[in-house]
Structures are given as structure tokens and as C-alpha cells.
């Protein structure tokens, strides 16, 4: 089970890391647990005895669905992130074809 749950997490991590150097470049700042808000704070439970298999097996379980629920929020934020940007670049250029990006007409003035 958790052989193939670091194969999961280890293909999601390089996918992320391919987006982001599309995207930014090679440099990747450091952001640590509390940089990050609604980040979940959890006791460490391998410092807990007796640990066995099933106790592990349940904290494993816990994890995925507390993380599950934190980027499901976020995916939802970023849509509507997304949303918003699309409908203030369409107020400032109503004449924009749709969908796509404006001419360079309606470019900012500055």
C-alpha cells in the first residue's frame, strides 16, 4: 500500500515541478508548513507508542483525506482566481474576441 502511494505522490511531485519550471524558471523558493495558510498542523505519531501496522495504517488514511480536502479548497480558490481575472480582462476590453486574448488595443494604459 505505501509503496504504491510514494509512486503516486513521487509522479505528482515531478509533475508539479515540470509545471512550475514551465512556468517560472529554475528557481524554486523555499517555503516552509507555515508560510503556507490552512496548512494542517499534525502531531508527529510515529513519536507515539505502541506503534503496529494498523495504527500506522490509520494515520496514513487520515493524512490522505485531510490533504485531499486542503487542495480540493485550493483548486476550488484557484478557479475562482481565475474566473475573476477573466471577467475584469473582459470589462477592460469589452470588444475582445471571446475566448482569447485581447488586441493590443485594449492593453493597460501606462
Do not use: T
Amino acid at each position: 500500500m505505501f509503496v504504491a502511494m510514494s509512486e503516486e505522490e513521487n509522479g505528482h511531485r515531478h509533475l508539479l515541478f515540470d509545471l512550475y519550471h514551465a512556468k517560472f524558471g529554475d528557481h524554486i523558493p523555499l517555503i516552509r508548513h507555515r508560510d503556507v495558510k490552512g496548512f494542517l498542523k499534525r502531531p508527529s505519531f510515529w513519536l507515539l507508542s505502541p506503534l503496529g501496522p494498523d495504527k500506522i495504517r490509520a494515520q496514513a488514511e487520515l493524512m490522505e483525506a485531510e490533504s485531499n480536502r486542503f487542495y480540493l479548497f485550493g483548486g476550488w480558490l484557484m478557479s475562482q482566481m481565475d474566473l475573476a481575472a477573466g471577467v475584469v480582462a473582459a470589462r477592460a476590453c469589452p470588444s475582445a474576441p471571446e475566448p482569447g486574448p485581447a488586441d493590443a488595443s485594449c492593453a493597460a494604459p501606462g
